[in-house]
């Protein structure tokens, strides 16, 4: 520090000379922010050049181009914003994505660098690896626009749920589990589209499902990780695009600059915009929004209004382009649904299950008796005894006296919504059984508890009847358990008469499960749901399933019950049919006698199953 001084500054003395104790006699600071000049007169004040009356606050939320996040600009039809807007108050909808008022905490303007952590970036990097993105362009090479967007949503995914998991156990300290994966993979290139253009997104279907900011990112569907609006700049350095929010909430006339700018000059040029709708997701009982993607709108009329707190904002009159895939219309013809109540008790589940035939005059599947669960005659036999939990108040992650938790390898495989945490070559769950003493609704009894969503059992046009969801699914949501009558007396050559069952489900089979092609060891469980069965009767097979199937094991004492779990694979939105992959029977004398012909109609169809 002395010698920094070198001479003092009101004459040229010698630094010996200087009388330390003066120099060192520090006076308090009266302003802890640099104060620059004002701006010329002929331009409008900006940050950082504040005018004498102007507050650094204001400016900084109002500078350009950034997005604006306060008020959504509301349309006539198609409100930008809550007020004036022909949808509820639980839904907003986003041109290029209007994705509502943040409140609570504010934001980070940029998320934080998972390379910083390096536990987090260890975890990343071995998902990377045992997916081989490392080389992200040759897998882009090698793959279909609709392949890309899938697998880089599904690795997302499974790092963010693994990431929770580490941090719910201790092993991580992490704030967003959603921000830190979606930065890394990022920072590393791993984007669907990473280059912004005006229309639609390659490989993004209209009625696609996000539950994640970061997920919009990564596909290139929306370019910013906190709302507001993306736009892009033409040749000739116009901003084209759409929409308005404030993350602060303060009220001011909206000027005609970054997203509303951009609208305007989109609406000039007849330029197509999409658009985001964010829904209340009243599947898990928080207050996250699901993101759906209503495809391409165009903007008919633009004009500035007085609202009640008497500023002025800029309003949009968006209409849908025609001959598109049914979007968000889809979820507000299920609403109307909400008021139909079925017949009590007509099938043994927590939710109703509706039964709809638009294709032909059949009545309804085969007779069979509706259970819950998988029945055993006896159970399996298990060398050591367990004797269950005393976790009275339900399992909890990073419990490490919890012998349930310690069967998992440590971790909860579940977490507190009841979504599947375990990473994808995790095959085997451990969830607790009869002799635990936690509650029923404890979050480790996760297949315990019952179908949580609204299914339809309907009539396919060329498989018979299929199986779906009346609301979304997220990815590593739990569906059912295939419930039947579990087999004995199987063999390694089969199980002989049983064979003409179209509704077996052999354990022992080598399954693909969407999930990475990972190896599984199989169990020697097979069920018929012939006679006796539940909703995953009707599963029907695809080749580029969105449900997958996971052994879950409950014990007690010495007795050890398996049963078949089914989670889904990536977002499911409502409506659309949910299908595993069968893949193979083991015993090569099962082959042709089960032989049958895919119907899947995917681009990975292999042209038969077992």
Not at 197 to 204: A, E, F, H, S, Y
Request: glycine residues 10%.
């Amino acid at each position: 520090m002395e010698q920094g001084l070198g001479f003092n500054s009101n004459s040229n003395t010698p630094f010996d000379s200087i009388d330390k104790s003066r120099v060192l006699d520090v006076k308090p600071l009266k302003f802890i922010v640099p104060i620059f000049p004002n701006s010329p007169p002929e331009v409008g004040p900006f940050y950082p050049f504040l005018a004498p009356n102007t507050t650094q606050k204001s400016t900084i939320v109002a500078q350009t181009p950034q997005p604006n996040y306060g008020g959504n600009g509301p349309l006539k039809d198609a409100a930008l914003d809550r007020c004036g807007s022909e949808f509820s108050k639980d839904r907003d909808v986003c041109a290029v994505s209007n994705l509502g008022k943040r409140r609570g905490r504010p934001p980070r303007e940029k998320p934080e660098n998972v390379e910083d952590d390096f536990g987090a970036n260890a975890v990343i990097n071995t998902f990377l690896k045992s997916f081989n993105l490392h080389d992200f362009e040759e897998f882009k090479r090698r793959n279909n626009d609709r392949g890309i967007v899938g697998t880089v949503l599904f690795v997302y995914d499974s790092i963010r749920r693994h990431l929770t998991q580490l941090e719910e156990s201790k092993q991580l300290s992490l704030r967003r589990p959603d921000l830190k994966a979606g930065a890394a993979l990022i920072s590393k290139g791993i984007r669907a589209n990473s280059t912004k253009r005006i229309g639609n997104i390659p490989g993004v279907k209209v009625g696609d499902i996000f539950f994640f900011r970061m997920e919009l990112c990564i596909v290139g569907l929306h370019g910013h990780t906190m709302g507001g609006i993306d736009y892009t700049t033409a040749v000739n350095g116009e901003s084209m695009a759409g929409g308005v929010q404030r993350r602060d909430g303060q009220v001011f006339d909206q000027k005609l600059e970054g997203g509303n700018l951009a609208l305007v000059n989109s609406f000039h040029r007849g330029n197509e915009v999409r658009v985001i709708r964010g829904v209340k997701d009243k599947t898990d009982g928080s207050n996250g929004k699901i993101y759906v993607y209503d495809g391409l709108y165009q903007i008919q009329d633009s004009w500035t209004e007085k609202i009640k707190s008497g500023f002025s904002v800029f309003k949009y009159k968006l209409v849908r382009v025609p001959g598109q895939p049914e979007g968000f219309s889809l979820w507000e013809s299920i609403r109307k649904k909400d008021g139909n109540a079925l017949r009590a008790g007509l099938v043994g589940e927590c939710q109703p299950v509706a039964l709809v035939n638009d294709v032909d005059g059949e009545m309804g599947p085969a007779h069979f008796t509706y259970v819950r669960s998988l029945r055993y005659a006896k159970p399996f036999q298990t060398s050591k005894p367990y004797s269950g939990c005393r976790c009275s108040g339900g399992c909890q992650p990073g419990d490490a006296s919890c012998p349930c938790n310690r069967k998992n390898d440590g971790f909860a495989p579940y977490s507190s919504i009841g979504v599947l945490l375990n990473p994808p070559n995790k095959w085997l769950i451990h969830e607790c059984g009869f002799t635990c003493s936690c509650p029923p609704n404890c979050r480790n009894r996760m297949s315990q508890i019952g179908v949580k969503v609204r299914f339809e059992v309907f009539k396919t046009k060329n498989k018979g009847w299929g199986l779906r969801s009346l609301d979304p699914i997220r990815a590593g949501g739990f569906i059912c358990e295939y419930a039947g009558d579990v087999i004995e007396g199987f063999t390694e050559n089969g199980f002989g008469n049983e064979i003409d069952d179209d509704y077996i489900f052999d354990a022992t089979c080598v399954r693909g499960d969407g999930s990475g092609g990972l190896g599984k060891d199989p169990f020697a469980l097979v069920i018929s749901a012939k006679e006796n069965g539940n909703v995953a009767r009707f599963l029907n097979h695809s080749c580029c399933p969105n449900v997958m199937w996971r052994p879950v094991l409950r014990e007690s004492n010495s007795d050890s019950y398996v049963h078949v779990a089914f989670f889904a694979i990536r977002h499911i939105p409502p409506m659309q049919e949910l299908t595993y992959d069968y893949e193979m029977v083991r015993h090569e004398k099962q082959r042709d006698e089960r032989k049958k012909k895919c119907l899947c109609g995917s681009t990975k169809c292999r042209g038969h199953f077992y």
